[in-house]
């Protein structure tokens, strides 16, 4: 079903309010890794959306790596995105981890993010395959395009058509970057897939100063779109702070971007 053999046409993933996806033009998403409180996803999404993002992200239910760590402010966390959605009208992605919050979580998204760790948890993309909702399914970390694309099949045949991919790296030998993001998968898939192709720099490098090249050379290989994590004050962010951009660094790729869109 992922196949070019069973779709003649990309698939467009329609957000509603013009708000589309697979459509040429390049969808930005861009938020904070983890919603942390009222004023930081309000003062995240006014600054995202004036910069020209169409989609706001953010973590209510965390896959963090120690148990120690901010797990995310579950119903709370999807609450404040709302409300986020409703005084900007930015759509909004977050994390679904276990098929337990699958009904709280579809309630409020508009699109519902399977993280990397759960790229291959067959249960869950079952039952995501069930809904009548956009699916963002991230590239396992240790995923081929073969295994990430079968992941994709078992959602829509499950019944759910509206898939994305987001490739957001791979682990490498690489030690100097989080993950290696592996932008060749783009064209690769596009090449074998209708499905449109999201990339993740922030996860992909895991370093803020790497955002925006990648970003742009994500844009060169004709990716659908992009995920960057912006915070008001990186430093001060629960999690991957390392990785965000700061409002004034977002605002210039947004910039750049668009020089870039004009001579592609
Ligand atoms: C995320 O995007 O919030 C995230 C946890 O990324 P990944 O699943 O790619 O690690
Ligand atoms: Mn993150």
Known sequence: LTSWKHKENKTVIDLGDGVKIGDQSLTVIAGPCAV??????????KIVKAAGA???RGGAFK????????QGLGEKGLKLLAAARE???LKIITELMDVEHLEL????????????RNMDNYPLL?????????VMLKRGMAATIKEWLLAAEYIMEAGNQKVILCERGIRTFSQETRNTLDLSSVPLVQQLSHLPVIVDPSHGTGRWQLVKPMSKAALAVGAD?????VHPQPDDSVSDGFQSLN????WELMQEIKVLQSTL
């Open 36 to 45: 942390e409180n009222e004023e930081q996803i309000f003062e995240i999404a």
């Open 54 to 56: 169409e989609i706001l």
């Open 63 to 70: 896959p963090r790596t120690s148990p120690y760590s901010f």
């Open 87 to 89: 005084k900007t009208g």
């Open 105 to 116: 979580v579809n309630h409020y998204t508009d699109i519902i993010q399977i993280g990397s």
């Open 126 to 134: 079952k039952a995501v395959g069930k809904l009548d909702k956009p």
């Open 225 to 229: 779109g992009i995920m960057v994590e």
């Open 247 to 250: 409002p004034n660094k977002f």
